[in-house]
Each structure stands twice: as structure tokens, then as C-alpha cells.
């Protein structure tokens, strides 16, 4: 089965709506008619109240990626609609088309032509001239470029009991460091984790008082500087603090100067080692945000990072602010990174962890 029929068995909320009415219902039975089996029913009914739950979190979530991604979806499904409406067989011209939707998606040159390219081979070797099936190949095929063999799935940060995890956030300026860090550490300590900010871009000094807010209003302990005083002394006094109180994550906020690109490197490679000196056994992240409406400049910040400080994943904010959803499959293509988590608005709960399914469902699939 291809993976649009897949997706839109596995998603489709009305299918899923219906399962759960029946599942309510089908509860109520059980307990009507089994009133004996008291002991064993409400064990059964725990079990499939938590199912149900699950299934309401995992349709909350794709609720989520479906309204984010609204913008990208009317872009790209609707474009690729009306082409496969205006060819009743497929000919280079619908290719040429198709690549040009891409491109506007924001999908890279690079991975389009590889795309194209595949997508020409496989429809001409499976005698495919449905436009509606190409299009349909063509979301397996970008499905297929993204997922990696014996790469963790677990996208979530990783702790262990013994130390805090250290999770560095970088970025260029504006692209929304600050507010991932607050959502970060929001979602943390609903997951009961003991979270520490570190406010250690010291260069502007709003940016401390910016982070200071984000934490008072969640609740989260913060450890700040002096405006201009050296960021690393800053994350050492976080670092041991996390240390002697038992943390378990400590997020660190870095300032993001492009124009002093070389003092910027220089600086984060300092906190590397401050990190690496004073937390050796901690599990280590340092987290790429990218700003989704940069386009593909923002995959020339995710090649310069990753040079300088070596990544563990990306974060792409912004992405209910685009038209060009395709960003993530390009960036995954160029530097073959995984994205951690997707910004899906201005609010603390509006980080998402990625999931490529609903990424595409909510991308590709016009539900009009
Ligand atoms: N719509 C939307 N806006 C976002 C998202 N993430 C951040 N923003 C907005 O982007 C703007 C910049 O965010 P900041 O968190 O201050 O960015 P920053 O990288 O810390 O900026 P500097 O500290 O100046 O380098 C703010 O207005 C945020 O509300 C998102 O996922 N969606
Ligand atoms: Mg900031």
C-alpha cells in the first residue's frame, strides 16, 4: 500500500472518531452487561480508557501539525491537486511541473532532481501514467529520502539518573532560540523533569530579561549574567549549580551574532569545552534552530553550524508561518541531521516533536 492510502487510513479522523464512539460505546456495554465480572472489567476498562486517551493525544498532536502546516498545505497539496487535474496521462511536461512545485516548496534543488529522477524511473518502469499515482509515489519517495536505517526513532531528549543532560541551543539571531528554550523546558517539566535555564547570551541585555520572563511564567529556574560578561562563566556557574542540585536538563541560551560569524564559532567552541570539562559524563545535545521562512538560507546556517559545533538535531521553528513546509526534507538531505522538534506557533505548548508521518500527511494531503 502506498504511503497516502496508509496515512489517510492511520489518520483519518473520521475513522478515528468513529473507533472511538465505538470504543466508548463498546465500554459501557462491557460494563452493562458484565456487572459480575466486576474485578475484570474495570481492569479492562482502565486498559481501554488509556487507549482511548492515547489515541485523543495522538489526534490532539496531528490536530496541531494540521493547523501549523496549513499554510505550506494549501502551497503544496493544492498545487499538486489542480496539476494532476489539468494531465489526464503523465509527459515530461508534468514532470517539469511537478519539479517546479518542489522547488517552490522548498524542497532544494538538489533533492528535487534526485526525486524527479526516481520518480521518472520507478513510473516508467511500473507503466504508471495516472497523474494521481505519481503524485501519490511521489510522497513515498520523499517518505523513503527522509527515514534512515539504525537511526534512533526516539526523537525526545535523553536523560540519565546519574547526571543532568546538557542541551545547547544555537542559532543566528531572531530565528527563535529564546522562545524554543521556554518550550523546551515547559515540556520537560510536564514530563517531571527538574529543568535549569542558562541566560547565556550576555550580549544583549534584553535577551536575559526576555528569558527571565519565559521562565517566570513557567515556572522554571533560571541561572543569568551580567550584560557582556563572558557567556562561558555564566554556563560554568549553571553547570555547577545543576551539578550540586540535581538537575536533570539544563538548557542553554547562546547568543546569535552572524555579522562576528568567526567570534561567534570561537565562543560556542569555548562553551563546548567549558561543558566537556565540568559535565564529562552528561548526555550532550547541541540543537540547530532554524527559522522555516529563511528558506534555504537556512540550510547554509545548518552546513555552517554543523562545521563549527557539530549538531545532535534541529529544531525548525516557524513552520505555521510558511508556504514552503519542504525546508526539513531539504536540510535532512543536505546534512542527513535529524529534526528534533517543529514550531508550530508563538505559545509555549507549540513544540512538537517530528514526526515524519504527520509532517506529511499534513503537508501532501488535501483534505478539502
Ligand atoms: N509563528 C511562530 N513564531 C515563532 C515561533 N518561534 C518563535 N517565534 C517568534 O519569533 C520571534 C523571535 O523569537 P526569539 O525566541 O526571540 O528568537 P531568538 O533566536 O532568541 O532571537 P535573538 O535572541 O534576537 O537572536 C518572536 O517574536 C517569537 O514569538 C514559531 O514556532 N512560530
Ligand atoms: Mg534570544
Not at 16 to 22: A, H, I, R, V
Not at 100 to 128: F, H, N, P, Y
Not at 148 to 177: A, H, M, R, Y
Not at 232 to 255: P, R
Request: glycine share 6%; net charge negative; aromatic share 6%.
Amino acid at each position: 500500500m502506498g504511503l497516502i492510502k496508509f496515512l489517510k487510513e492511520k489518520f483519518s479522523k473520521k475513522k478515528e472518531e468513529k473507533e472511538l464512539d465505538k470504543k466508548e460505546n463498546n465500554i459501557s456495554e462491557v460494563n452493562e452487561q458484565n456487572d459480575s465480572k466486576l474485578e475484570d472489567n474495570s481492569i479492562k476498562k482502565e486498559e481501554d480508557i488509556k487507549e482511548l486517551n492515547d489515541n485523543k493525544d495522538s489526534n490532539s498532536d496531528l490536530e496541531k501539525y494540521d493547523k501549523g502546516l496549513e499554510k505550506s498545505r494549501k502551497s503544496f497539496a493544492n498545487k499538486l491537486k489542480s496539476l494532476s487535474k489539468k494531465y489526464k496521462k503523465v509527459n515530461q511536461e508534468y514532470f517539469d511541473n511537478l519539479e517546479e512545485v518542489l522547488i517552490e516548496a522548498d524542497v532544494g534543488v538538489k533533492l528535487t532532481l534526485d526525486v524527479i529522477q526516481e520518480l521518472l524511473e520507478k513510473s516508467r518502469k511500473e507503466k504508471l501514467e495516472d497523474p494521481e499515482e505519481i503524485n501519490e509515489l511521489l510522497i513515498d519517495i520523499l517518505f523513503l529520502k527522509y527515514v534512515k536505517e539504525n537511526e534512533d526513532k526516539n526523537l525526545e531528549l535523553k536523560f540519565d539518573s546519574k547526571n543532568p543532560t546538557i542541551c545547547l541551543i544555537v542559532g543566528v539571531n531572531g530565528v527563535g532560540k529564546t522562545t524554543s528554550i521556554a518550550k523546551l523546558a515547559y515540556r520537560y517539566i510536564k514530563q517531571n523533569k527538574k529543568v535549569l535555564i542558562v541566560a547565556a547570551d550576555t550580549f544583549r541585555a534584553a535577551a536575559v530579561d526576555q528569558l527571565e520572563i519565559w521562565a517566570k511564567r513557567i515556572n522554571c529556574d533560571i541561572v543569568t549574567g551580567l550584560n557582556n560578561q563572558d557567556p562561558a562563566s555564566v554556563l560554568y556557574k549553571g553547570l555547577e549549580k545543576a551539578k550540586n542540585e540535581n538537575y536533570d536538563l539544563v538548557i542553554i541560551d547562546t547568543a546569535g551574532r552572524l555579522q562576528n560569524k568567526v567570534n561567534l564559532m570561537n565562543e560556542l567552541s569555548k562553551m563546548s569545552k567549558v561543558i566537556n570539562k565540568l559535565s564529562p559524563d552528561s548526555i550532550k545535545e547541541t540543537l540547530l534552530i532554524i527559522d522555516a521562512t529563511t528558506g534555504q538560507n537556512g540550510v547554509l546556517q545548518a552546513k555552517s553550524f554543523y562545521e563549527a559545533t557539530g549538531l545532535t538535531g534541529i529544531i525548525i521553528t516557524k513552520m505555521d508561518g510558511t508556504s514552503k513546509g519542504g525546508i526539513i526534507l531539504s536540510i535532512r538531505d543536505e546534512l542527513g541531521i535529524p529534526v528534533r522538534f517543529i514550531g508550530l506557533g508563538e505559545k509555549v505548548d507549540d513544540l512538537e516533536l517530528f514526526d515524519l508521518e504527520k509532517y506529511l500527511y499534513s503537508l501532501c494531503i488535501n483534505k478539502e
